[in-house]
């Protein structure tokens, strides 16, 4: 069975930064394309960003409100994939989800982040 | 970026009854050279994560009801819902993949009439 567990959000003040992680497990890990989608409170879905498998290229896509402050990265050897999110902004305010493949199939429950001074 | 917009934004059907919802491109998600659409449909139920029902358009993930069908091409797309049960009440995302920044529709709230 496919997993997503989330971690790592919490409130924190404009400006600051915040370090999510996403684990995986029930798949093969090395090979999935993985995701950040986020989702403000009452409001609808937004893609992130997203890092390819490393047979892929391992390479990073940034949607345009985040390109410069957030960075995703992956560990394969503990099947782990990370948001770095600096310079946070009150409108960063959300639940994030992590998400597989190209398609998005798999979603984990999510983490909220809170943006707030 | 490709913008996608669903209509309506919301509906009410009765039980029983036929939920349509449709999603627009601003431009083409449909790749000539392998004659697949790059398109996804989500069912999002309040406080849980969204749950992917197609993909390619027209795809249903496995153990979704047949109830539910994608079709369309190109720019224009649809979800039907062929017969509204009570468990379906949700939100409805569409999403385009085609780009390498995906992006989704604002979202249709399906509810009974």
């Known amino acids: 069975e496919v997993q997503l567990v989330e971690s790592g959000g919490g409130l924190v003040k404009p400006g600051g930064s915040l370090r999510l992680s996403c684990a995986g497990s029930?798949?093969?890990?090395?090979?999935?394309?993985m995701n950040w989608v986020r989702q403000p409170p009452g409001k609808g879905l937004e893609w992130v960003g997203r890092?390819?498998?490393?047979?892929?290229?391992?390479?990073?896509d940034y949607a345009a409100p985040v390109k410069g402050r957030f960075t995703i990265s992956r560990d394969d050897s503990k099947n782990m994939v990370y948001l770095q999110m600096n310079s946070l902004k009150i409108e960063d305010t959300a639940v994030y989800f992590c998400s597989t493949g190209l398609f998005l199939d798999y979603w984990g429950q999510g983490t909220l982040v809170t943006v707030s001074s | 970026d490709i913008v996608m917009t669903q209509s309506p934004d919301s509906l009410a059907v009765s039980l029983g009854e036929r939920a349509t919802i449709n999603c627009k491109s601003s431009q083409s998600v449909s790749y000539s050279s392998n004659n697949k659409n790059y398109l996804a449909w989500y069912q999002q139920k309040p406080g849980q994560p969204p749950k992917l029902l197609i993909h390619?358009?027209?795809t249903r993930e496995s153990g979704v009801p047949d109830r539910f069908s994608g079709s369309g091409s190109g720019t224009d797309f649809t979800l039907t819902i062929s017969s509204l049960q009570a468990e379906d009440v949700a939100v409805y995302y569409c999403l385009q993949y085609y780009s390498p920044l995906p992006t989704f529709g604002q979202g249709t709230k399906v509810e009974i009439k």
């Open positions: 390619w358009a027209s």
């Open positions: 029930g798949f093969t890990f090395s090979n999935a394309w």
């Open positions: 890092i390819k498998s490393i047979p892929d290229g391992g390479t990073t």
